[in-house]
């Protein structure tokens, strides 16, 4: 009988260490798995970063391109703000002439101005030359 009581504690430990074994590999498996996800996570970080900066230095170069011409963009609109200053005074007396003309209030004057004719009502003076 003091035969088999050994034998089950080896089976034990057999166990224990086969249970060991395999908690050991599982771990290792997991940080296998951890590590490869660490290095495609890094790549992946890596990637990104080079997109980005790719994308910065074609944002930099456009804009160096289109800055000169942006600038003359600017220099003609400055130019045409000047004329229409200069121009806008004219603006404003044509349009107040242009609501005078088709005043039917101020007809007469609007007449009399333009052309020879004068109000039907009104007497022609004529001065004439004493000797």
């Known amino acids: 009988m003091n035969s088999q009581i ?3 504690q080896t089976k034990v430990r ?3 260490r086969v249970e060991s074994v395999i908690a050991n590999r599982e771990l290792k498996k997991e940080q296998i798995q951890q ?3 660490n290095i ?3 790549i992946e970080i890596g990637l990104k970063i080079l997109v980005n900066v790719g994308i910065s230095f074609l944002a930099v ?3 160096r391109q289109l800055l000169p011409f942006h600038l003359a963009q600017q220099a003609k609109l400055a130019e045409i703000d000047e004329e229409i200053a200069k121009i ?3 603006v404003e007396k044509l349009q107040e002439n242009f609501g005078t003309a088709f005043d039917p209030k101020l007809t007469r004057k609007v007449m009399e101005k333009n ?3 004068v ?3 009104l007497s022609p003076i004529f001065f004439t030359k004493q000797k």
Do not use: G, M
Request: aromatic share 8%; glycine share 0%; no cysteine.
């Open 115 to 117: 052309t020879y004719k």
């Open 119 to 121: 109000d039907p009502n």
């Open 40 to 42: 495609e996570q890094s």
């Open 6 to 8: 050994p034998l089950p």
């Open 35 to 37: 590590k490869r996800a």
């Open 14 to 16: 057999k166990n224990l």
């Open 61 to 63: 170069f456009s804009i």
């Open 88 to 90: 806008e005074p004219r």
